[in-house]
C-alpha cells in the first residue's frame, strides 16, 4: 500500500484526487453517507469517498490494492498430448498415402493392354529338330498381342544404379513370361533382386557388365537360364511367325531411333551421342501397322506401338553408330527348348550359339 500524509489542510476545501476513508464515527457524518464507488483498473484501484472530506479527519489520499479475482489464464497446452496426437496424425497420413499410391499404381500400369491374345507359348526346337514357328491355323491372324510382364530396368526408381541393365531386365521379362507369371507388371522388389543377380553373374563369370550383342544376350540366357536362343531376321513375316508362336521376340536399337518422345533429351538432343545409347527392347505384338513393345529404358514403356518402318530405323541407328555391336537388321528369339538339358537358373552351362 502507497500512502502519503495530508499534512496541514485548510478547513472547507476539498484533497484533490481520489481518497481512501478512514473509519469515521457515524453519527459525524449523518445519514448522507452513501455507498464507496470503486474504479476497477488491472490489479490496482483507486477508491473515492463521496464528498469533501472531514479536515483532521479524513488523514490522507491512498492507493489500495484491491483483493479482486484475477482472470484465470488459459490451461497450458499439453505438449505431451500434441505431439502423440501430431505422430498419430503423421503415421495414419502416410498409411493412407501409401494405400493411396499403391492404388494409383494399380490403376497407372496394372491392368492388361487391350486386346491381348492368349497364345499357347511354344518352346524353342532343339538345333537338329524342326521348329515350328507357325502354329495352326494359317494364315496367320492379322493383330496378335502377347501378355508379358514388364519392368523397367531400374524398378525401385535407382536409375543411377542401373543405365546399364536394359539386358538384365529384358531376360527378367522375357523369364518372367516363360515361367507363366500372370503380373501385369512384375514386383519392384523381385525384379530388382533379379536385375542385381544378372549383373552379378556377368561381372562374376565374364569380368564386367558391358553392352552386349545380341548373340552374347543369347548366350546370358542359355548359361544362367538354361535357354535356347535363335537369331531371325527383322522381317514383318518371321515377326508375325514368332509371335503366333508364343514367343516375344528382343531388338537391339538406339534409344532415340524408337521415336518415343518420353525419352530424355528427345526433343532437342535427337540421336546425340551420350543421349542416344545402345538398348535392348522386347517385341511382344503386331499389326499391320508395326509391333508393341516393352521397353525397360522408360518408366513409360509398356506396351507401346511403332511402326515396322520405326523398328527398322532402331536397329539400322544402332548398327550405324555402335558398329561393334552390329549383327545386321536381326532379332533375338529367347525361350525353352525342347528336350533341353536342365539347368538351373544362375548355373553354368556350355553352349554354342545357334544361328538360323
Known amino acids: 500500500m502507497i500512502a502519503r500524509a495530508a499534512g496541514n489542510p485548510v478547513a472547507g476545501i476539498p484533497l484533490p484526487g481520489l481518497a481512501f476513508p478512514r473509519p469515521r464515527d457515524p453519527r459525524s457524518r449523518g445519514s ?38 484475477v482472470p484465470s489464464r488459459s490451461p497450458g497446452v499439453r505438449w505431451q498430448g500434441l505431439a502423440l496426437a501430431l505422430v498419430f496424425g503423421l503415421a495414419l497420413g502416410g498409411g493412407i498415402g501409401v494405400l493411396g499410391r499403391h492404388h494409383l499404381n494399380q490403376l497407372d500400369v496394372g491392368a492388361p493392354l487391350p486386346g491381348v491374345t492368349d497364345v499357347q507359348p511354344l518352346p524353342i526346337a532343339a538345333a537338329s529338330s524342326f521348329d515350328p514357328a507357325t502354329p495352326s491355323p494359317t494364315p496367320l491372324p492379322e493383330r496378335l498381342l502377347l501378355q508379358v510382364p514388364y519392368t523397367t530396368q531400374a524398378p525401385l526408381g535407382n536409375w543411377a544404379q542401373h543405365q546399364e541393365s536394359c539386358e538384365e531386365a529384358t531376360l527378367s521379362m522375357l523369364a518372367a513370361y516363360w515361367q507363366r ?33 545380341d548373340t552374347r544376350l543369347g548366350e ?9 536362343y535363335r537369331i531371325v531376321p527383322n522381317d514383318p513375316q518371321a515377326v508375325r511367325e514368332q509371335i503366333a508362336a508364343g514367343r516375344p521376340l528382343i531388338a537391339g536399337v538406339r534409344t532415340h531411333g524408337l521415336g518415343n518422345p518420353n525419352y530424355p533429351g528427345y526433343s532437342n538432343h535427337y540421336e546425340q551421342q551420350g543421349w542416344s545409347v545402345p538398348h535392348f527392347v522386347l517385341v511382344i505384338g503386331y499389326d499391320s501397322d508395326g509391333v508393341w513393345l516393352n521397353d525397360p529404358g522408360i518408366t513409360k514403356g509398356r506396351g507401346y506401338h511403332i511402326t515396322w518402318a520405326q523398328l527398322t530405323h532402331a536397329i539400322d541407328d544402332l548398327n550405324q553408330n555402335h558398329p561393334a555391336l552390329s549383327q545386321g537388321q536381326v532379332l533375338l528369339v529367347v525361350g525353352p527348348e525342347v528336350n533341353p538339358t536342365p539347368v538351373k537358373p544362375g548355373s553354368t552351362r556350355a553352349g554354342s550359339a545357334v544361328l538360323s
Do not use: C, M
Request: aromatic share 10%; charged share 20%; proline share 6%.
Open 32 to 69: 448522507g453517507a452513501r455507498p464507496v464507488r470503486i474504479t476497477a483498473v488491472p490489479l490496482f484501484v483507486e477508491v473515492r469517498f463521496p464528498g469533501a472530506p472531514i479536515v483532521g479527519y479524513d488523514v490522507s489520499r491512498r492507493v489500495a490494492v484491491v483483493d479482486r479475482r
Open 181 to 213: 507369371d500372370t503380373a501385369v507388371v512384375i514386383d519392384p522388389h523381385s525384379a530388382d533382386a533379379t536385375i542385381a543377380a544378372l549383373v552379378s553373374w556377368q561381372v562374376q563369370r565374364w569380368g564386367s557388365e558391358d553392352d552386349l550383342t
Open 220 to 228: 546370358l540366357a542359355k548359361q544362367y537360364y538354361g535357354y535356347g
